[in-house]
């Protein structure tokens, strides 16, 4: 993982203070680079880093100019210091772990994985071990190459805290076809999700473009006529309702990021736990009993489980139906919703 403790700080003209590794790399600015943006000089004296990874560096407070804070579009001068953490290389190849995987079904083309909630599926920054992408390399010999080094084998992804089934292509026209499939929108997806409060309707469809949130770079938002929207839908039926509660079904016909948790939270009715885009992020026994004494944990990540996916096999060509089953912290808490908040 990388590390992002410092042996000192520097505090900025507003305050803050700013990490000061023994790894910065220093560099001071030439009369010839005099009133040159930030961005564009740190490219040319770091050209195996890209642009956008440097701009995201630099928001990182991870440049400083003359120990303070900048920003891409700063003009540097002439004996200005400049400071850059540059950070740490993406591993090239997947290392393997055993890890232990639940296989719900597995062929020579493809195998079909219960993940379990916490676990990232691919490596990505602060997130290099641990992944299902590792176990997957440690416990099959075969997994596609499509989606590169660090992704073998995976044709789509959950959320670190979804719970559920997913697709694993372990041959590269297994993975091209399945990949096919989604784009064309014939793959079925079914999750299960905890809600609060309960939605007014029985069963709707969530048609909302989705795309970059305004100015929290980790969520999404609805974002009408925006540059990164893209058209999303999501189809959602209610189970059981509860006083402030309901399980649903959800389907949704696209695949945006964290689509179901921000249409669910577009309606007012957002994913039980949701750390992003709800109220609260730990469901324990006292909230629903209102006694102090039931400090029992019920739910500490969103209650969303992708329960059903339907598919055509790529290679055979009939019809796949994989299921999986509900997961023990998410049926405790609707056992626990079921009894203290019923609605007669």
């Known amino acids: 993982m990388i590390n992002d403790e410092t042996d000192q700080a520097n505090a900025t003209p507003s305050g803050q203070e700013i990490d000061q590794p023994t790894d910065w790399q220093t560099i001071t600015v030439t009369e010839e680079e005099h009133l040159e943006r930030l961005d564009a000089f740190l490219v040319r004296h770091f050209p195996k880093f890209s642009r956008v990874k440097l701009q995201r560096a630099i928001a990182a407070k991870k440049v400083l100019v003359g120990g303070s804070q900048a920003k891409s579009s700063t003009r540097i001068k002439t004996h ?183 249409h669910m939270a577009h309606i007012g009715c957002s994913v039980l736990c949701d750390r992003l885009y709800s109220g609260r992020a730990k469901l324990h026994r006292h909230d629903l009993t209102r006694k102090n004494q039931d400090q029992d944990l019920l739910l500490d990540r969103h209650a969303l489980h992708a329960r059903h996916i339907k598919f055509a096999h790529p290679i055979k060509g009939h019809e796949m139906s994989i299921s999986a089953p509900m997961p023990e912290d998410i049926e405790k808490t609707t056992q626990a919703i079921r009894e203290f908040r019923p609605l007669s």
């Open 80 to 262: 200005q210091v400049v400071k850059f953490l540059p950070p740490q290389p993406e591993p090239e190849n997947t290392i393997p772990e055993d890890i232990p995987l639940s296989v719900l079904y597995e062929d020579e083309h493809l195998v079909a994985i219960d993940k379990p909630p916490f676990m990232v599926v691919h490596p990505a920054k602060g997130h290099w071990s641990g992944t299902l992408t590792a176990a997957l390399a440690f416990h099959f010999k075969q997994l596609s190459s499509v989606g590169g080094a660090t992704r073998p084998g995976i044709v789509h992804r959950l959320d670190r805290d979804t719970s559920g089934v997913i697709l694993v292509a372990k041959s590269d026209a297994a993975h091209i076809n399945l990949a096919s499939q989604f784009e064309k929108r014939q793959v079925e997806k079914e999750y299960f999700a905890i809600v609060s409060p309960a939605p007014n309707h029985d069963r709707d469809i969530i048609n909302k473009p989705i795309g970059a949130h305004p100015y929290q770079r980790e969520k999404k938002a609805i974002r009408i006529g925006h540059t990164t929207s893209r058209n999303a839908s999501s189809f959602f039926e209610v189970i059981e309702r509860f006083h402030g509660f309901a399980t649903v079904r959800v389907k949704p016909k696209t695949g945006r990021t964290h689509q179901i948790r921000v």
